[in-house]
């Protein structure tokens, strides 16, 4: 979903409304007006603070609504940098959500992105060129969510499994490789993810490097049999691959089928009305309302 085509869906969407609106003044009818992201994150209570693991210092930030649920979920939200992950009218619309309904959001930057750009680059380039000096983004994102989960647990702000995950795009796979490693996790939400990163033409280069293949979430698959997981994408996405997208969902289904229906907790969408990679708006909201009451 960090494609510029999902920019354009986004604001040719936010146009038509502003439209409705200036023809509601025009003619004299009032309707209720719907906060945006920034309206719901400007009120909400942050907490920045510093996860120290491996060396490295962490900076995350926490929003807490001013109301509370009697019984909050946490919400860990990846996009790229925690900035834009919590407050971007995109990328932060499941945050906006928890936080309407009295639940708490939290993000930090994922590696190569934000604060957290090193000499090996940012964005997929810097993921890449990271994995292939041998240091592992990916390994390092896992360690990051586990540390920052136990803390969250320590300061009482949750407990297991009433933590929930969700990620767009590159920050999808993230999500799902945290969820596979940590059974604290509840519920998570992939939008348009990446699922095999030789799809990609930032790895096209080393695509056939058994290394760069054993990253495909596929290997991560009886991990994630049997946990709660919504996965959404366009049925010709060829930015990340559709067909990869559906090779986890094979590999996951072939892991379930030795458990009762009950246990079955995946939800794909492959949907026809989101062309390229992007994503209609109608998959963010159904997969944030699938993680406040996916968890328990």
């Known amino acids: 979903m960090d494609s510029c085509l999902s920019r354009f869906s986004f604001c040719r969407s936010r146009l038509w409304r502003l439209a409705l609106t200036l023809l ?22 942050a907490t920045d603070f510093v996860v120290t693991r ?8 926490l929003l807490e609504p001013r109301r509370l649920s009697s019984k909050p979920l946490l919400l860990l939200n990846f996009a790229t940098d925690r900035h834009q992950s919590l407050e ?3 990328y932060g619309a499941p945050v906006r959500m928890f936080l309407e ?7 930090f930057d994922v590696p190569a992105h934000g604060e957290r750009i090193d000499r090996h680059g940012q964005g997929i380039h810097g993921l890449c060129a990271a ?6 983004p990916f390994v390092r994102f896992v360690g990051d969510g ?7 647990i320590r300061r009482g702000w949750t407990e297991s499994g009433r933590v929930v995950v969700c990620g767009n795009s590159r920050s999808a796979y993230q999500a799902l490789r945290l969820a596979a490693a940590d059974t604290r996790v509840g519920a998570v939400a992939g939008l348009a993810p990446v699922t095999d990163w030789r799809f990609l033409s930032e790895f ?6 058994p290394e760069v293949a054993a990253l495909a979430l596929e290997q991560f698959a009886g991990q994630l049999a049997g946990r709660r997981i919504y996965l959404a994408i366009g049925n010709g996405d060829r930015r990340v691959g559709s067909e990869a997208c559906a090779r986890l969902v094979a590999a996951i289904y072939a892991y379930e089928a030795q458990y009762p ?8 969408v492959f949907t026809d009305d989101s062309p390229a990679h992007t994503l209609a708006d109608r998959w963010s909201d159904e997969a944030t309302t699938f993680l406040m009451t996916a968890a328990p």
């Open 24 to 45: 509601s003044v025009v003619c004299g009818v009032s309707a209720a007006k719907s906060p945006s992201t920034s309206d719901v994150v400007k009120d909400a209570v």
């Open 54 to 61: 491996d060396g490295e210092r962490l900076n995350v930030r």
């Open 88 to 90: 971007d009218p995109l």
């Open 101 to 107: 309904n009295g639940h708490r959001a939290l993000s």
């Open 131 to 136: 994995f292939l000096a041998g240091d592992d």
């Open 146 to 152: 586990r540390a920052v989960i136990d803390e969250c």
């Open 204 to 209: 096209a280069a080393v695509k056939d490097r």
């Open 261 to 268: 229906p009950s246990h079955y907790g995946l939800k794909a």
